[in-house]
């Protein structure tokens, strides 16, 4: 398993940016596929992003591609999203996972960072 802990939420205006971060812990993070799932209240958890173990292939929610951007630093055990043209429909609770394969099958997660876009 693997120990996550996400930073850089806040609160940003309609069309603003903000970049999280995930800082991972455990010998096995640059074996594994890493991704950020949000949950905005009322609602499920649903997929972002994903990045295979070695960067080089990336996944995105057709929401959000074109606006963020996720990437790794395999030497620094971090994952990054980069999230720009906020909308306030973004507006959730954001969570690095990370896993061996499929983001569907992801069983390491963070405590999740708070996301607000205002409009």
């Known amino acids: 398993q693997v120990r996550l802990v996400e930073s850089g939420g806040g609160l940003v205006q309609n069309g603003g940016s903000l970049s999280l971060s995930c800082a991972a812990s455990?010998?096995?993070?640059?074996?594994?596929?890493m991704g950020w799932f949000r949950q905005a209240p009322g609602k499920e958890r649903e997929f972002v992003a994903a990045?295979?173990?070695?960067?080089?292939?990336?996944y995105y929610a057709d929401s959000v591609k074109g606006r963020f951007t996720i990437s790794r630093d395999n030497a620094k055990n971090t994952v990054y999203l980069q999230m720009n043209s906020l909308k306030p429909e973004d507006t959730a609770v954001y969570y690095c996972?990370?896993?061996?394969?499929?983001?569907?099958?992801?069983?390491?997660w963070g405590q999740g960072t708070q996301v607000t876009v205002s409009s």
């Open positions: 996972a990370a896993g061996p394969g499929d983001p569907a099958d992801f069983g390491s």
């Open positions: 455990g010998r096995t993070f640059s074996s594994y596929a």
């Open positions: 990045i295979s173990w070695s960067g080089g292939s990336t």
